[in-house]
């Protein structure tokens, strides 16, 4: 997921951590660990935070026929063990450091190429449709996997209610930056806030499911509370966390990885095994809990498995040059 200076790496299959680890000293250096916040690295403290006796609210949902029958990641793996670069770059960071993030009050603004813009607050958009249980698979540019039983509902059930004109061709995703919060903010790391796109007809998937919730609780902060994207074809980067702003635009948006990486990342990011990223194979991959990390991996699917639901939005694109 990072970027690191081509030379610095010789090989296609280098481990994550090292990646990570490697960036890590290279931009934080001992900054973070200075403006280290003094959370204990457990993830119930920051999944807590919100709750007033200790214990995260219950979110149920309505078991989902979009969900896959894969065994299930554990809760402490799912988190304990995140990307959420405005909170540092160790996976270990987020459940650091994430329960400083501050989720109420909390609005999400529609605007740009619709009929009706709006602000919600979150509390409405938790009863705006019935919330649903999904199991999906989330799959990570870095080679690892997790499946993770979300609670949400679809993301067009949201958009629906704003009236996109017919000049909506893309929706654009900002999520929150919390300056004071987030210690990765603070150290530079990507170009803030967060930004993440989708073409319209992506983004009006059934599949594509704004997310409120896990394990029949609400998202914890190091998962992207209130408010995150689950894209689950797509790779886990474009699952955008802690939302604020839905844009719907005319022209292509700039993501932040595109903007920090062109070379590396597109802006489909469709799970594809046959397109390598630049730096190693997407072939395989690590089920996180699951498999050792000297174990066989798994093979990548197209389309992350999914592609039965989503093949048809592609028919007659190149995936390989669209990556
Ligand atoms: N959203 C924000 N705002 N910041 C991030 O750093 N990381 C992305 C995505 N959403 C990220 C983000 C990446 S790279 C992945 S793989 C997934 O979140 C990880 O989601 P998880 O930690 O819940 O597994």
Redesign the pocket.
Same mark, same amino acid.
């Given at each position: 997921?990072l970027i690191r200076k081509p030379d610095a790496i010789q090989s296609s299959e280098i481990t994550p951590e090292r990646v990570w680890r490697a960036r890590r000293d290279l931009i934080l250096g001992a900054g973070v660990a200075a403006a280290g916040l003094g959370l204990p690295g457990w993830a119930g403290r920051a999944w807590a935070a919100n709750a007033p006796v200790g214990e995260p609210a219950v979110l149920p949902g309505q078991a989902s026929p979009l969900s896959v029958m894969d065994k299930q990641t554990s809760l402490s793996d799912?988190t304990s063990?995140? /990307?959420?670069?405005?909170f540092g770059l160790d996976k270990s960071d987020?459940a650091a450091h994430a329960g400083k993030l501050q989720t109420r009050p909390w609005t999400v603004s529609v605007e740009g190429e619709v009929g009706k813009p709006r602000t919600f607050d979150i509390e409405e958009l938790l009863k705006l449709a019935p919330m649903e249980e999904r199991v999906y698979r989330?799959r990570?540019?870095?080679g690892w996997s997790?499946v993770?039983p979300w609670v949400g509902y679809s993301l067009s059930a949201l958009l629906k209610q704003v009236e996109p004109t017919a000049n909506a061709k893309y929706v654009e995703f900002v999520?929150?930056v919390q300056r004071d919060n987030m210690p990765?903010v603070r150290a530079g790391v990507?170009d803030w806030?967060?930004v993440?796109g989708l073409r319209i007809d992506e983004a009006m998937h059934p599949l594509a499911m704004l997310v409120f919730g896990l394990y029949g609780k609400v998202l914890p902060n190091? /998962?992207?509370a209130p408010l995150?994207?689950a894209v689950p074809w797509k790779?886990?980067?474009?699952?955008?966390?802690?939302l604020v702003k839905i844009r719907l635009v005319e022209k292509q948006p700039v993501s932040s990885w595109i903007k920090a990486a062109p070379q590396e990342y597109g802006f489909y990011a469709n799970v594809n095994p046959a397109v390598p990223h630049p730096r190693w194979s997407q072939a395989s991959e690590r089920r996180i809990g699951e498999d050792g990390l000297f174990s066989p991996k798994r093979k990548t699917l197209p389309f992350n498995g999914y592609a039965d639901q989503v093949a048809a939005l592609y028919q007659g694109m190149d995936l390989k040059a669209n990556y």
């Amino acid at each position: 997921m990072l970027i690191r200076k081509p030379d610095a790496i010789q090989s296609s299959e280098i481990t994550p951590e090292r990646v990570w680890r490697a960036r890590r000293d290279l931009i934080l250096g001992a900054g973070v660990a200075a403006a280290g916040l003094g959370l204990p690295g457990w993830a119930g403290r920051a999944w807590a935070a919100n709750a007033p006796v200790g214990e995260p609210a219950v979110l149920p949902g309505q078991a989902s026929p979009l969900s896959v029958m894969d065994k299930q990641t554990s809760l402490s793996d799912i988190t304990s063990y995140n /990307n959420y670069y405005e909170f540092g770059l160790d996976k270990s960071d987020p459940a650091a450091h994430a329960g400083k993030l501050q989720t109420r009050p909390w609005t999400v603004s529609v605007e740009g190429e619709v009929g009706k813009p709006r602000t919600f607050d979150i509390e409405e958009l938790l009863k705006l449709a019935p919330m649903e249980e999904r199991v999906y698979r989330l799959r990570c540019v870095e080679g690892w996997s997790m499946v993770i039983p979300w609670v949400g509902y679809s993301l067009s059930a949201l958009l629906k209610q704003v009236e996109p004109t017919a000049n909506a061709k893309y929706v654009e995703f900002v999520t929150v930056v919390q300056r004071d919060n987030m210690p990765g903010v603070r150290a530079g790391v990507l170009d803030w806030p967060y930004v993440e796109g989708l073409r319209i007809d992506e983004a009006m998937h059934p599949l594509a499911m704004l997310v409120f919730g896990l394990y029949g609780k609400v998202l914890p902060n190091q /998962n992207g509370a209130p408010l995150r994207l689950a894209v689950p074809w797509k790779y886990g980067f474009k699952s955008a966390k802690s939302l604020v702003k839905i844009r719907l635009v005319e022209k292509q948006p700039v993501s932040s990885w595109i903007k920090a990486a062109p070379q590396e990342y597109g802006f489909y990011a469709n799970v594809n095994p046959a397109v390598p990223h630049p730096r190693w194979s997407q072939a395989s991959e690590r089920r996180i809990g699951e498999d050792g990390l000297f174990s066989p991996k798994r093979k990548t699917l197209p389309f992350n498995g999914y592609a039965d639901q989503v093949a048809a939005l592609y028919q007659g694109m190149d995936l390989k040059a669209n990556y």
